[in-house]
């Protein structure tokens, strides 16, 4: 099972997602922002494509030698990004992918970022980009969308693995 962490900077994605890592002794935890800082380039749309690129054959290249439950904390700016690298999964029949999108309010989603680490730190404009397309993708219905304004992490834990039998 791979389990697709998405959402805005500050929403809880890693958090969240190395909390449901930990309850399983088989899974594996890939950071898409660690893949992302590899590479220097200042074309945002040629690095999307190298990180997104990565992050499938990392997932790939860890499937076919028998891992099978991988958490993925990444920031999928569209629908058509998830579906892509949905796509992009070379066994799907014997791999399920439940896409979780978290989000929040944007004054939370804000004051979170202003908490961040300083070299975390989003501008913004950036946080309120992310957060008006993680909106269309939550009225869009897009997989699994949790609000976590006003959840602990716990909570949120505890609603994922409800749906998706992680832990």
């Known amino acids: 099972m791979i389990i697709v962490m998405n959402g805005s900077c500050g929403v809880g994605k890693s958090t969240i997602a190395r909390e449901l890592t930990a309850k399983r002794k088989d899974a594996l935890y890939i950071e898409g922002d660690t893949l992302n800082k590899m590479f220097d380039i200042n074309d945002y749309s040629a690095k999307f494509d190298i990180t997104h690129s990565n992050l499938l054959a990392l997932c790939n290249n860890l499937i076919s ?4 439950n991988i958490i993925v904390d990444y920031v999928f700016e569209s629908i058509d990004a998830m579906c892509n690298f949905s ?30 680490n300083s070299s975390n730190i989003m501008s913004e ?43």
């Open 65 to 68: 030698r028998g891992i099978k």
């Open 125 to 167: 404009e950036r946080i309120m980009y992310l957060n008006e397309i993680m909106g269309i993708i939550v009225k869009r219905g897009f997989g699994l969308c949790i609000d976590t304004t006003y959840k602990s992490v716990p909570h949120v834990v505890k609603i994922i693995n409800a749906i998706t039998h992680w832990g």
């Open 87 to 116: 796509r992009g999964i070379n066994v799907l029949e014997i791999c399920n992918i439940h896409f979780v999108t978290l989000f929040c309010s944007l004054e939370e989603n804000l004051r979170r970022n202003s908490m961040r």
